[in-house]
């Protein structure tokens, strides 16, 4: 059983461009979550999204940022218009669903903006 | 969720039990206590989690307390490859699904040779 993919493993950026996350979740995982670690940094949470829905978007910065979960394909975290500051890890991770259900994440995408 | 508090570091020499404290001392009924662990560049890592009872796997075992105020993750034998932060989450589970965690600074664990 394949877990959590997350691709590319690093993705270099100019300032301004746009980059595009994605995330496969584990076999039968509905629940996809988005966290960023800033270089030093802790594990930030950004958003969590069911199949076609996003159910908590309360950690993403309001603008540039945005994510899916379509209903067939990878979870994708876009961020446009990069700058800087946006230079981090970001980390997928899945669950099933159930109230007992632990998040298993990837390995994350390697992003630097220069 | 419930704040947890853990040791910043801690060392512990190879082939020993590594012990690691987690106070959550506000942690309420229907919360999980879950322990994840991130070596260098790799995504975090489930290790284990429980609500009441003391928990072992194959990789360790949690003790939590009576009052379940504070608990402990057991590496029975650490190797050198155990080295990581460990973080000590407190999750509830809504009753409609599974939701975040919220990672705190973790305890940076050493294995000596």
């Known amino acids: 059983n394949a877990g959590v993919m997350q691709n590319p493993r690093h993705l270099v950026r100019r300032r301004g461009q746009e980059a595009r996350l994605r995330c496969s979740p584990m076999?039968?995982?509905?629940?996809v979550y988005w966290y960023r670690q800033l270089p030093e940094e802790g594990l930030k949470f950004m958003v969590y999204l069911q199949k076609e829905n996003i159910i908590d978007e309360s950690g993403m910065p309001k603008e540039r940022f945005s994510a899916e979960f379509p209903k067939e394909g990878p979870s994708i975290l876009r961020i446009q218009q990069v700058v800087r500051g946006d230079s981090a890890a970001y980390f997928c991770a899945s669950s099933r669903e159930g109230r007992d259900s632990p998040l298993h994440f990837g390995n994350g995408t390697r992003l630097t903006v220069t | 969720d419930a704040k947890t508090t853990q040791p910043t570091s801690m060392d512990c020499a190879e082939g020993r039990a590594a012990n690691l404290p987690c106070n959550h001392s506000?942690?309420?009924?229907?919360?999980?206590v879950y322990w994840y662990r991130q070596i260098h560049s790799q995504g975090p890592q489930y290790i284990i989690h429980g609500l009441k009872n003391n928990e072992t796997n194959e990789m360790a075992s949690l003790i939590i307390t009576e009052d379940r105020k504070s608990s402990t993750l057991i590496l029975p034998h650490a190797t050198l490859r155990d080295t990581a932060v460990y973080y000590c989450i407190v999750r509830i589970h809504s009753g409609g699904g599974a939701d975040g965690l919220t990672f705190g600074k973790g305890t940076h664990l050493i294995i000596q040779p």
């Open positions: 506000t942690i309420s009924g229907n919360e999980y």
């Open positions: 076999k039968g995982h509905s629940h």
